[in-house]
């Protein structure tokens, strides 16, 4: 059991790099595409609505596969990690856009109006009033969708990405022991989901603190 | 022409509307340099419309606004009026303090930052003179020793007290007040009217909505009673409190009296 574990951390990094780096490209265009979802154009507003609900309906594993065999096999050739960065960075894009701006509208009207009363130039307002409040908001989904992301990084495993399910697939494949093995996988995953719950757990606290006055 | 009038703030022909459902229909109103005047009247009869409207927060749908002589909200290009951008309206909103029912603190900040905030982002003050001046504005309204606190941890009146302090800090020519004691106990509404009481002997000039019938009595230069989105009738504050004209006036006042 030890030799498995011993083989199937060596896919952590893997698994822990492609969700982070997801989640980044995810937690930085998740931005804009909130911004231009609460857009005063209908049009881009819909536009990006349709985007976003585009690539929320399709299964992580097939936008990999799009992603590995469109772009990946163009004039660019990536690596099976870029791939599973980009489809599964696309998809965290869309999801975070949406919970970013679940927290903008969280925002009380009162916070607006005074800001607006205090004649603060928009971009102000939202970097010193709304984001503040709205972040925190956004946390715990933003956490609860990250552990969705970790699980979802084992899609990568299919186009050949060396996380911890694709070793834990060959050792299996090598030892016909799948059940420990997999085992000793999602025990791995566990212990890796834990930091992030804990932050959730940590920021839904110290929201209902603040929002008890 | 040169501006003759000492009138501060003038309300020309001011309607405003939710979707179709007029609510504001066609209000005159001049308020005078140093001048406060009570905005009283039943619940829906349009007062924070209109104060709302003075700001821009609600966009009247017809009317003027002129603040010290100047239209604001429009802007005259080649004669045309066309809706003002958000930089002019700005440019408007940091002369007119405006301080809420709900108080409306940023709760992420403490009180002293609540005060710099707009001060060094919205008049493009340095931090250490936005500081200093709300230290001031602090110690002006008796909360200096609440510089550090959250909003949370202060009672309902200290809040709208800093709330009041931080709309100061903008040096404002008129401050709008919407209700400011309504979501108050009694006692700590006492601490705020006190407030606004010198503010008023100071010479600022005021429009206030409110509830308080002693406070527009004593305080308030002139009473304006709104109902159904109009004026019913205006003037000196213990003439309309005391002798209203019209009926409609009558039967809110003794409405409100015997509560
Ligand atoms: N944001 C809004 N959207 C739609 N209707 C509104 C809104 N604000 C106020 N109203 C309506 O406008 C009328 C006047 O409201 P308001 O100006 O708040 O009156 P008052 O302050 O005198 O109680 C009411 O009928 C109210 O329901
Ligand atoms: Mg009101």
Known sequence: ?213 | MPVTTTALLELRDICVSYKHHQVVHNVDLTVDRGEVVALIGPSGAGKSSLLRSINFLEEPNQGQVLLAGQRVGVLDRRGRAVPANRRQLAEHRRHVGMVFQSFNLFPHLSALENVILAQVHGLGRSRSAARERARQELEHVGLSDKSNMRPASCSGGQQQRIAIARALAMDPMLMLFDEPTSALDPELGIEVLNTMRRLADEGMTMVVVTHEMHFAEEVADRVVFMADGRIVEQGPASEVMNNPRHERTQRFLSAVKNR
């Not at chain 1, 998740?30 to 507003?45: E, Y």
Request: include cysteine; glycine fraction near 8%; proline fraction near 4%.
């Open chain 1, 1 to 213: 059991m030890l030799d498995f574990a011993e083989s199937l951390v060596r896919g952590v990094g893997q698994t822990v790099s492609i969700t982070a780096c997801a989640f980044l490209i995810g937690a930085v265009l998740g931005f804009p595409l909130a911004l231009l979802r609460r857009s005063r154009n209908v049009l881009v507003r819909w536009g990006a609505a349709l985007v976003i609900d585009t690539v929320r309906s399709i299964p992580p594993i097939v936008v990999v596969f799009l992603v590995f065999y469109s772009v990946g096999s163009g004039a660019v050739r990536l690596g099976t990690f870029q791939a599973a960065v980009i489809g599964l960075g696309a998809i965290s894009a869309a999801y975070l856009a949406e919970i970013y701006r679940a927290g903008i509208e969280s925002v009380a009207s009162g916070q607006w109006e005074a800001a607006n009363a205090l004649a603060l130039p928009s971009r102000k307002m939202y970097v010193h009033v709304i984001l503040p409040q709205a972040l925190l908001v956004a946390i715990p989904p933003a956490a609860t969708f990250a552990i969705g992301l970790l699980k979802d990084s084992a899609v990568a495993s299919v186009i050949g990405a060396q996380d911890i399910t694709f070793f834990a697939f060959q050792e299996s494949q090598a030892t016909l022991q799948g059940l420990t093995i997999f085992l000793v996988a999602a025990v791995l995953y566990i212990a890796l989901s834990l930091p992030v719950a804990g932050l959730a757990r940590w920021s839904d606290h110290a929201l209902s603190k603040r929002v008890a006055t």
